[in-house]
């Protein structure tokens, strides 16, 4: 019997010895675990925190800007309800206007100036320059100039060419920045709002000239949707101008700019 309580005793003993060297193995690293956790905690995470918090206050002050340009105008109906939406919102934009339609809408191409935005140059009467002989095309572009420097004043009246086209070797022929773009969601060939809206949307990104056509009510409709729902995104609406300028880009005559961070 003594033995027997004597083994037990030798058991009981044995076991609260192994159980409390566990637990001390156990607690031991366990505590210590926990105290780097909580030093890597206060220092390392913080600091890294502190830098993306940094970054995250740098992305969103920088100034998310971006052109919408409209081409082809001044058409009244159009043109003039986009002017009084831009107004409503604050926005800017750059319109290449076609020398042919100006007589008719003097008083819309004189309100562009009056409002802020930038007036360009888009030909006399919108052909493609590159199938044009020298001579051809300094008067579609003088034309169409000389009428902009009566109705809007002296100035000077950037150019983008019809389509976009412009035969290499003749940019000395056009003596301004020439205004191309990075963003088209063919306005013209869907002339449907939303799936405008959604093509500008998936390009979109600071520095983007978008191109658009303020002759269809479909692209003005878009054009004031997409302002506000931007607007929303932290994106402010400029000229042409403004953007390359705050972006640092000192335009050159004949140079194509196809973005605010682009020459
Ligand atoms: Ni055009």
Known sequence: MLKRILLLFCLVTLATALLSANSGKRAIPAQGVAGIAADVAQTVPDAAAQN???????????PKLIAFTFDDGPHRGSTDRLLDGLRERGAKGTFFLVGQEIDEARDLVERMRD??????????????LDELSPDEIAQEIGK????????????EYWLRPPYGFLRPGTENL??????KWSVDPRDWE????????????????????????DIYPTSVEAALQLIDALSADGYQFVTVEELLRR?????????????????
Request: aromatic residues 2%; without cysteine.
């Open 115 to 128: 409002e802020g935005h930038q007036i360009g140059n888009h030909t006399w009467s919108h052909k493609r």
């Open 144 to 155: 169409t100039d000389a009428l902009l420097k009566t109705v809007a004043g002296k100035g």
């Open 247 to 263: 972006n640092g880009v000192t335009p050159a005559p004949g140079v194509s700019y196809r973005s605010g961070d682009l020459q």
């Open 174 to 179: 056009v003596g301004v920045p020439v205004v």
């Open 52 to 62: 993306d918090a940094v970054t995250a206050q740098n992305v969103a002050d920088a």
């Open 190 to 213: 869907s002339r449907n709002a939303p799936k405008i809206i959604r093509a500008v949307t998936d390009a979109v990104q600071p520095g983007s000239i978008v191109l658009l056509h």
